[in-house]
Nanobody, 121 residues
């Protein structure tokens, strides 16, 4: 079992920056991949960035060069630094974790409750 709690969302002007954090608790030692997804009203949830336990990451094309995903395993915390924000980045951002180890019943995908990011023009 893993619990994920996001923080850091808010309102920012276009071109500004915002940092998101995700605190993981529970069986965090069984987490392999973590990531950030987002969902805007009327749209499907989409990948923003993912990072594995070794620090290897991938990003969707539209955020490359602007967003940076990182994790600190010692504190079980995931981060997303967002720079040069655009109005189209407006969405609810969700923290994600995948457990690939531990008891079978606890393996799979876990999601945070989401945090709102609004970028004004």
């Amino acid at each position: 079992q893993v619990q994920l709690v996001e923080s850091g969302g808010g309102l920012v002007q276009a071109g500004g920056s915002l940092s998101l954090s995700c605190a993981a608790s529970g069986s965090t030692f069984n987490i392999n991949t973590m990531g950030w997804y987002r969902q805007a009203p009327g749209n499907q949830r989409e990948l923003v960035a993912v990072i594995n336990s070794s620090g290897m990451s991938i990003y969707r094309d539209s955020v490359k060069g602007r967003f940076t995903i990182s994790r600190v395993n010692a504190t079980n915390t995931l981060y997303l630094q967002m720079n040069s924000l655009r109005p189209e980045d407006t969405a609810v951002y969700y923290c994600y974790a995948h457990l690939s180890r531990g008891i079978i019943a606890a393996r799979g995908d876990y999601w945070g409750q989401g945090t709102q990011v609004t970028v004004s023009s």
